[in-house]
């Protein structure tokens, strides 16, 4: 299951009559409809489906981090699955990133810049608390490498920085540590 192409998928059927302008509450019965009627539009674009119980957690934790105000929780549950469970840390992503190349500059001040900022962010496993840019870089161009390691710089602890820094290599093939 591929994080990307699953959000494509659901914010298609957030349009759909069945969930469009719609709070729906995804108890158990409504998360299995909703997992079939995914499934198909994933089908459509030839894209990996929704049906191993890993999969199907992890939608949970899509639903319930990107989708709350349309994907509602009931009684602290998506499906089968605990909330409390599901909100403990960022979802682990699938799949490459899109923007790979470490030398590749991005305007500070411009939007792709806060797209790739926002993967690395994914891909690097961390919770993001800082939009800001980062010192003298405000205005500037900042390759993707200065982006990695300005977000690295402010993850605390070293057992933290160790698994952010496994990330990045894993991901972006570069350590920040470094």
Request: a positive charge; hydrophobic letters at 25%.
């Amino acid at each position: 299951m591929n994080e990307k192409e699953v959000k494509e998928c659901l914010n298609i059927l957030l349009q759909t009559q069945t969930y469009k302008n719609k709070q729906t509450q995804m108890h158990l019965s409504n998360f299995q409809t909703l997992i079939s009627n995914l499934n198909v539009e994933l089908e459509k674009k030839d894209y990996e489906t929704v049906n191993s119980e890993s999969d199907k957690k992890e939608l949970a934790k899509i639903i319930f981090s990107s989708y709350k105000n349309s994907l509602i929780e009931t009684n602290n549950k998506i499906g089968p699955y605990d909330t409390g469970q599901l909100s403990s840390g960022p979802v682990t992503p699938t799949g490459t990133p899109t923007y790979t190349d470490l030398n590749t500059p991005y305007q500070a001040n411009k939007p792709l810049y806060s797209t790739v900022r926002a993967e690395v962010v994914q891909y690097l496993g961390i919770r993001d608390a800082g939009h800001s840019h980062h010192g003298s870089n405000f205005s500037g161009t900042q390759t993707l490498k200065q982006i990695i390691k300005n977000v690295f710089d402010k993850v605390q602890g070293g057992g933290e920085q160790s698994r952010v820094a496994q990330n990045s290599l894993k991901y972006y093939h570069y350590d920040p540590r470094t």
